[in-house]
Antibody
Framework: EVQLVQSGAEVKKPGESLKISCKTS????????IGWVRQMPGKGLEWMGIIYPGDSDTKYSPSFQGQVSISADKSISTAYLQWSSLKASDTAMYYCARHHGAYWGQGTLVTVSS | DVVMTQSPLSLPVTLGQPASISCRSS???????????LNWFHQRPGQSPRRLIY???NRDSGVPDRFSGSGSGTDFTLKISRVEAEDVGVYYCMQGTHWPAWTFGQGTKVEIK
């Protein structure tokens, strides 16, 4: 059974850094693109970027290029989404999702507030 | 970016009646491999999205056959043959053909009248 299990909710202050994770199981991690989707409160879905863990090829949506970093650790079948300096506008639910949205994590709520 | 436009954005439906959602893309979604990467998702409040349909008309495992997808090029439709109570929520179309960003439609909220 394919599973994507995300790290827990985070409450951070503006300017702080953060790395959230998405641990996968049930399939060959290196064979599929995996990405991150943002959902701001009461809003729709936005792809942020995707990574191919097999060779770490990473693509970012123009809206998120330079704002976040996506990475993957093949040894533990885990993908990551990272911020170096959070803003209040980063407050949202973040989902990891396998290639073309076939499977989704449960979401990680990130709250950025002073 | 490819813009995905759904209509209607709100859809009140009667239990047991059919429902239909339209999705139009600003560019053709036919990929160089001949496939059309148009997917449909359903999201209930407080839950992760769930994919229902991939590549225009293929139902994902476990998806009831009352859901069907059709279309080609830039024009696509999701149909529910007989709406059930569990079908409420927001439906999104998504194109996976063009990068630098796969894109979703704005979402269509389905509620029971």
């Amino acid at each position: 059974e394919v599973q994507l299990v995300q790290s827990g909710a985070e409450v951070k202050k503006p300017g702080e850094s953060l790395k959230i994770s998405c641990k996968t199981s049930g399939y060959t991690f290196t064979n599929y693109w995996i990405g991150w989707v943002r959902q701001m409160p009461g809003k729709g879905l936005e792809w942020m970027g995707i990574i191919y863990p097999g060779d770490s090829d990473t693509k970012y949506s123009p809206s998120f290029q330079g704002q976040v970093s996506i990475s993957a650790d093949k040894s533990i079948s885990t993908a990551y989404l990272q911020w170096s300096s959070l803003k209040a506008s980063d407050t949202a639910m973040y989902y990891c999702a396998r290639h073309h949205g076939a499977y989704w994590g449960q979401g990680t709520l990130v709250t950025v507030s002073s | 970016d490819v813009v995905m436009t759904q209509s209607p954005l709100s859809l009140p439906v009667t239990l047991g009646q059919p429902a239909s959602i339209s999705c139009r893309s600003s560019q053709s979604l036919v990929y160089s491999d001949g496939n059309t990467y148009l997917n449909w998702f359903h999201q209930r409040p407080g839950q992760s999205p769930r994919r229902l349909i991939y590549k225009v008309s293929n139902r994902d495992s476990g998806v009831p056959d009352r859901f069907s997808g059709s279309g080609s090029g830039t024009d696509f439709t999701l149909k529910i043959s007989r709406v059930e109570a569990e079908d409420v929520g927001v439906y999104y179309c998504m194109q996976g053909t063009h990068w630098p960003a796969w894109t979703f439609g704005q979402g269509t909220k389905v509620e029971i009248k």
